[in-house]
C-alpha cells in the first residue's frame, strides 16, 4: 500500500522539461561560497546564446525561491508565453541589501554584475549581450534590482 500511495505522490507531481543545477560559488568578494540555483530550459545547449534572468530574494530568502518557481518556467515555456532564457539566483546576505559594504568584507553588487554574471554566461550559454541580460526583485531584491540597473545600466537590459 506505501509503495502505491509513494508512486502516486510521484506520479502527481508536475513533469519538469527543464534541468535545474543548484552549486556553490567561490570567489573572493564573498567570504564564503555563495549558493545558487540555474534553471535551465532544455535544448539550452543547442543554438545561440539564451537571454539571461537573474532573480534577486528578498530578506531572508534563498535560491529555493528559485527552484520552486521551476514549474511556473516550464509552463511559461511550454505554452510559449515566455520565451527560453537561463534564470539564475544566488542566496545573499539576509540583509546584504545586494550592495557592496564599506568595510570591503562582502560585496554583493560587484558579485552580481561581474564574476557570478560572467560564470552564468560561459557555463549555461546565456549571451553577454547587455539587451538581453534581466535583473528583477522583491523586496529587497526589488530595491537591489533598481539600485544596480541605475548604477550600471551597462550590463542589464533598459526597462520598455
Sequence with gaps: MLKLLGFLLLASLPSC????????????????????AVVLPDGYKDGPALPMLMMLHGGYGSRDQLVQMRGVFDDEWKSGRLPKMVVAMITAGPACLYMDFKDGSEKWESLIIGPFRTSVQKTY???SDPKKNLLMGASMGGEGTLRIGLKHPECMAESQ
Design 17 to 36: 522539461a527543464s534541468e535545474l543545477v543548484l552549486g556553490d560559488f567561490k570567489t573572493d568578494l564573498i567570504p564564503h561560497p555563495v549558493p545558487y
Design 125 to 127: 550559454n546565456a549571451t
